[in-house]
């Protein structure tokens, strides 16, 4: 069994940065590669990045891409959202993944945490 534990959210005016956390425990975390997720209200869930189980390739959303950063913390099985330049349609639940076997199957999630821009 794996547990997926985000962290990280909160209220931040628009501009701002947040970082948000995603520590796994459990089966192995660092052979997998782990992606990012968000849901706002009234919306579907929708990609936001992924990251392979080395750190070394990441993958972004347009939408994203030039203002997040995803990283990996192996030692900590531990993988980060650093979210820049925030924007109030950046406000959404996000969850952390766990990429069942590269192919972007995601078998295990996290229950996410609030993230909320305000203009």
């Known amino acids: 069994q794996v547990q997926l534990v985000e962290s990280g959210g909160g209220l931040v005016q628009t501009g701002g940065s947040l970082r948000l956390s995603c520590a796994a425990s459990?089966?192995?975390?660092?052979?997998?590669?782990m992606g990012w997720f968000r849901q706002a209200p009234g919306k579907e869930r929708e990609f936001v990045g992924c990251?392979?189980?080395?750190?070394?390739?990441?993958w972004y959303a347009d939408s994203v891409k030039g203002r997040f950063i995803i990283s990996r913390d192996n030692a900590k099985n531990t993988v980060y959202l650093e979210m820049n330049s925030l924007k109030p349609e950046d406000t959404a639940v996000y969850y952390c993944?766990?990429?069942?076997?590269?192919?972007?199957?995601?078998?295990?999630w996290g229950q996410g945490t609030q993230v909320t821009v305000s203009s």
């Open positions: 459990g089966r192995t975390f660092s052979g997998y590669n």
């Open positions: 990251i392979s189980w080395n750190g070394a390739n990441t």
């Open positions: 993944a766990r990429d069942t076997d590269g192919t972007g199957q995601f078998d295990y």
